[in-house]
């Protein structure tokens, strides 16, 4: 559980401290034309609130698997903003890209004891083509779930006591993190192998076992389309309502109030680096 209790009003701070990520990493993306939408929950914040959903704690991003990998190879590091991926040599705990805003000192739970940049972060997911065929998609889903395995190096315990037991026994198996970088990076290899504009459907791989199984039409995602999220114009997939519709169904009506909490629990958070609203 989360050591910190954020108040309406140091949440609201930290949202608004977080468009600095998303300028940046905007920016970034315009000048090197690459393309990228907003994910999940932003989406759904720029549709039924004009900004972030009122309890929402990040931003989530996706980009096609081809701008994903160029957006890493070209990146640079500044002294304010760093990304982090799985490499082989840092590890994260999460199966995806980061952009971390060092100027705000921000640790999550799950990532305490890691020794990596500390600041606030913006998720970067790939968005990859769905294969054709019942027997090639499930090999894509395995792969998916051995890549985030490895790459993560964290052991599964909220989808069931089998699939923890699997996962801590493929670890166990395999100690060493060189022998890990080799199996995740094959096994991405093989699950990035279809590409996303030349299948009719696409998927998120590295956004947990549930959302793997989606099969988003490819034309969702085919272009953006502009919309305001707290006084920016940001890109939304143009089929933004069949995605949404399909990842969270009725996504337009707000949950039970019970349900109405920040979703990442946080360890420490500097307050007096954030700016007063």
Excluded at 111 to 117: N, R, S
Excluded at 161 to 187: C, D, Q
Excluded at 208 to 227: C, I, S, T, W
Aim: charged residues 25%; neutral net charge; glycine residues 6%.
């Amino acid at each position: 559980m989360s050591t910190l209790n954020l108040t309406p009003d140091v949440l609201r701070r930290l949202q608004k401290k977080e468009l600095d990520s998303i300028v940046y990493f905007d920016r970034f993306c315009r000048e090197n034309g690459l393309t990228y939408f907003l994910l999940g929950g932003c989406v759904i914040g720029a549709l039924r609130h004009g900004g972030f959903i009122p309890w929402d704690d990040d931003i989530d991003v996706i980009m096609p698997r081809n701008d994903y990998r160029r957006m890493l190879r070209i990146w640079r590091d500044d002294e304010r903003f760093r990304m982090l991926w799985p490499d082989g040599k840092t590890v994260t705990h999460n199966p995806f890209a980061t952009l971390v805003d060092t100027s705000v000192h921000l640790v999550k739970e799950n990532q305490k004891d890691l020794d990596i940049p500390r600041g606030i972060v913006t998720d970067i997911f790939p968005l990859d083509g769905c294969p054709d065929g019942r027997l090639r998609r499930y090999r894509q889903y395995l792969d998916a779930m051995v890549y985030s395995l490895y790459a993560t190096e964290v052991v599964p315990v909220n989808h069931g006591k089998a699939v923890e037991i699997i996962g801590r026994l493929m670890l166990s198996l395999i100690p060493s993190r060189k022998a890990r970088t080799r199996i995740f990076r094959r096994a991405e290899k093989r699950l990035s192998r279809y590409r996303f504009d030349t299948h009719a459907y696409c998927t998120e791989l590295y956004a947990g076992p549930h959302y793997m199984l989606n099969r988003y039409p490819q034309e969702a995602f085919d272009k953006a389309v502009y919309h305001t999220f707290e006084g920016l114009q940001l890109p939304l997939p143009q089929g933004y309502d069949t995605y949404l519709s399909m990842a969270f169904g009725d996504y337009m009506t707000l949950p039970p109030k019970e349900l109405q909490v920040p979703h990442h629990d946080l360890s420490e958070l500097n307050i007096d680096q954030l700016p007063e609203l």
